[in-house]
C-alpha cells in the first residue's frame, strides 16, 4: 500500500498529511489557512522605497522623500504583529525550517513581487555573521530566498563581514553606524554586479537599517536596481 510513496523525500510525504492552521487550529488545513491569511495579512497600501504603511493613494512616506534609501522598491507581505512574531519565532529560534514554505507563498502573493523575480539576475539573502549562522544552524533568509526563485538564489555574493551589537531599541541612525562595515560584495566576484538587477530577501524589517546598508553596499559595487522582499515589516508606534 505504501509502493507509490516509495522513494520520495520525507518532506514530500508530509507535506501531503493533513494539518491545523498553526493559528486558528482549523481542522484539516495548510499551515496557515486561508482566513487568518486574510485577517492578519491583507493587502495594505506601503512606501515603495521601505514598505511602511501609507495612505491610499500615497507612494512614498515623508522620511524616504526627504532622504530616499538605497532600494529602488521594499515589498512587504504584512506587518510585524500577532500572529506573524510567534510563526517567526518558530521559524527561526526553534529550528522549524518547515515554515519557511508557507511564508514564501505569503511573500510571493504581494503585488510587483513576481515581477521583481522574474526581472532580477540574482536573489540575495541577507547574510549572517558566522557565529550567529552556527549557533542558529541554518540563515532562515536563505530558506525563503530558495523558494521564492531558487535557481537565481546565490548566498556567496553577500558577505557579512562581521556580527554587530545587539540593534533592539536603538533608532534607524544609530542602527546604520553599527552596520557600517558589516557588508561587503565578494572581492572574487564584483565584476558580477555592475548593470545588474538583484533582490535582497529577508524575513523580518524592523527599521530599514540592516537592508538600507546592504543595499549601499550593493550600489557601490555596480548594481543597476535594487529591490528588498520581506515577509514582515515592523510598523511605527503609534
Known sequence: MFSRWAGRPLTSLLARLPSQCEVCRAWPSRRVCDACVARFAPPAARCESC????PD????????????????????????????????AQFKFRGEAGWAGPLATLMRSVPWV??????????????????????????????????LASAKTDATLLLRTRDTPAQIGLAR?????????????????????P?????LVDDVMTTGASLFSAAAVLRLAGAAHVTAVVFARTDPPR
Open 51 to 54: 514598505a511602511l504603511p501609507v
Open 57 to 88: 493613494g500615497v507612494v512614498r512616506c515623508g522620511e524616504c522623500v526627504g532622504e530616499p534609501p538605497p532600494l529602488d522598491a521594499c515589498l512587504a507581505a504584512c506587518s510585524y504583529a500577532w500572529p506573524w512574531p510567534d510563526c517567526i
Open 114 to 147: 513576481e515581477p521583481a523575480l522574474e526581472q532580477c539576475d540574482a536573489v540575495l539573502p541577507m547574510p549572517m555573521a558566522p557565529a550567529r549562522l552556527r549557533e542558529r544552524g541554518f540563515n532562515q533568509a536563505l530558506e525563503l530566498a530558495r523558494r
Open 173 to 193: 541612525a544609530e542602527r546604520l553606524r553599527n552596520l557600517q562595515g558589516a557588508f561587503a560584495v565578494e572581492p572574487l566576484r564584483a565584476g558580477q554586479l
Open 195 to 199: 548593470g545588474r538587477r538583484v533582490v
